[in-house]
Each structure stands twice: as structure tokens, then as C-alpha cells.
């Protein structure tokens, strides 16, 4: 039998008619090659489903109208992303041209496209959270920089402030002793006695 007759990828999501999955039962049966297909098929399966679900923190969901203004700081994200799912695409290509050397033209089988389509949207993904985890990172290191400049700045204000306050408060005591001896001196004179 010919193994492109099988949709394996029909089977392996069981969107297939009974009859069909039958046939393709059988089949695997006797061919090694559809039997590795359909365990990589299972493992790819296993693997993503082992993978956590993950939803963006709050504070992103915060920062997004201050990323939006800077543009030039989110060019590198897609030119990663699409490195990453070029570079899944090719180790993709790569792995099924070194496993299979002795095929020949006829025999190459098709490209599962969702599959190529979920490992990229996967990368992507990665690759995207990890960018976003270092830019919040880097805007929460330059927040707590602003931070400590401003707290320094106030504390400074301050200290200015309360110098300002104790030499007025020192001024004004001393014109306030200044004008109780004047009037120690007015006092003791109107009585009619001599300073």
C-alpha cells in the first residue's frame, strides 16, 4: 500500500469516519514509518498539553499606553518572533530531510501545515512572553530609579526647608528678645528708677 493513501492527521484528531479509521488501524499495523509519524504526532500532543496556562500579569494591562508611545522599544519583538518561527520552520524542514534521506521525490510525504502552524504559534508565543517579561522588568527598574530620584530630591527639599525654618525661628527669637529688653528698659525708666 501506498502510505499518502492514510490521513494520518485525520486520524490522530479522530475526524475521520469509522470505515476510514479502520483502514488506517491496519495499515498501522505493518508500517513502521506511519506508527513513528503518529508517536511524534502523540508527542508533540503530550508536550503541549504539559505546558501551563499563563495569563499576563495585571500590571501589563497598566503599562501598555506607556509601551504604545515608544515604539522603538517593541521593533525588536517582531523581528524576534518571526526569527523564532522562521528558525522552528527550518529545524521542522531540516529534522524531516535528515530522518528521511532515502526518500525519493514521489514519496515525500505532506507537510502537516497545522502542526507547523501550532509549533509556530507556540514559539511565538514564548518568545513574545519572554519580551514582554523583560520589558516590564526594565520599565519597573527605570520606575524605581525615578522613584528613589524623587524621594532624594524631596528629602533634600525638605532639609532646606526645616534649615529655612530654624534660622527664621532664630531670628525671630532674637528680635523678640531684643524687644523685651527695650521694653525692660521702658518699663524700668517710666517707673522713674535708672536702667
Not at 42 to 48: C, H
Amino acid at each position: 500500500m501506498n502510505c499518502g493513501e492514510f490521513d494520518l492527521k485525520g486520524y490522530f484528531l479522530a475526524e475521520l469516519p469509522e470505515e476510514e479509521t479502520a483502514r488506517i488501524q491496519a495499515h498501522l499495523e505493518h508500517c513502521n514509518r506511519c506508527r513513528q509519524e503518529l508517536e511524534q504526532l502523540q508527542r508533540v500532543k503530550r508536550s503541549i498539553e504539559s505546558l501551563p496556562e499563563l495569563s499576563p500579569p495585571a500590571r501589563i494591562r497598566v503599562l501598555v499606553p506607556v509601551v504604545d508611545r515608544r515604539f522603538w522599544l517593541w521593533w525588536p519583538v517582531p523581528a524576534a518572533i518571526a526569527l523564532a518561527g522562521l528558525l522552528v520552520a527550518l529545524a521542522i524542514a531540516w529534522h524531516g530531510y535528515v530522518q528521511r534521506p532515502n526518500l525519493m521525490v514521489a514519496q515525500v510525504p505532506q507537510i502537516d501545515r497545522e502542526l507547523v502552524r501550532q509549533i509556530v504559534a507556540e514559539e511565538i508565543g514564548r518568545q513574545s512572553e519572554l519580551w514582554k517579561q523583560r520589558l516590564v522588568a526594565e520599565l519597573d527598574r527605570k520606575q524605581q530609579e525615578r522613584t528613589a530620584a524623587m524621594i532624594r530630591d524631596l528629602e533634600y527639599r525638605l532639609d532646606v526647608a526645616r534649615r529655612a525654618d530654624q534660622v527664621a525661628i532664630a531670628e525671630t527669637l532674637e528680635v523678640l528678645l531684643k524687644r523685651l529688653q527695650v521694653l525692660q528698659l521702658a518699663s524700668a525708666w517710666q517707673s522713674g528708677g535708672q536702667p
